[in-house]
């Protein structure tokens, strides 16, 4: 066991609080490198679909994906770790962390429509907003917020369900 028979509920909760630092910690790391994938795989889908070049998407998707790998690598160490998470903090910590993580979802939504309605307005009323090559550009600008939106989502599904996460990852470690 991580911590002694003897320790609180709340010794639990602290830890978890802990492992789920961590995971979002993975996540972040990996989230950049996917909003540049996300980015270029938008551009090389429309560039199809409008029969144009879709080589500089395909090129921003690898670099994308080449970057979230790094991200991915450079945190392997703890991607791995068979430690115990640190505690952190207390039931005030972790009131914080889910209001953080609630607070950014709202905000990316609302950057989300913001973009969204940017890209609507660039497509009817500027004067090349309907052709080829300003057209491939549109869902690109829409694929950044939406990876980044789908990735703090995520993080914040794990800060919610970080005692049922950490509960499972106690049994798996304890079964090997």
């Not at 630092?21 to 560039?47: D, I, Q, S």
Request: net charge positive; charged share 15%.
């Amino acid at each position: 066991m991580i911590f002694p028979q003897d320790d609180s509920r709340e010794q639990f909760q602290r830890l978890a609080l802990g492992y789920a630092r961590r995971r979002a910690y993975l996540v972040a790391a990996l989230l950049g490198g996917l909003c540049v994938a996300g980015v270029g795989v938008a551009w090389a889908l429309t560039a199809l679909i409008l029969g144009l070049d879709s080589t500089a998407g395909l090129v921003m998707a690898t670099v994308g994906a080449g970057l979230a790998f790094l991200g991915w690598i450079a945190t392997a160490g703890l991607r791995f770790s068979r430690n115990a998470p640190k505690p952190l903090g207390d039931a005030k910590d972790a009131k914080d962390m889910e209001s953080n993580a609630r607070i950014n979802v709202i905000a990316l939504w609302i950057l989300l429509l913001l973009v969204v309605a940017a890209c609507l307005a660039l497509f009817f009323f500027a004067p090349r907003g309907q052709e080829d090559d300003a057209m491939v550009l549109l869902p690109s600008f829409i694929a950044f917020p939406a990876v980044l939106l789908g990735g703090i989502t995520y993080i914040r599904s794990i800060v919610l369900r970080r005692e049922t996460l950490f509960a499972a990852w106690l049994a798996r470690r304890e079964n090997q």
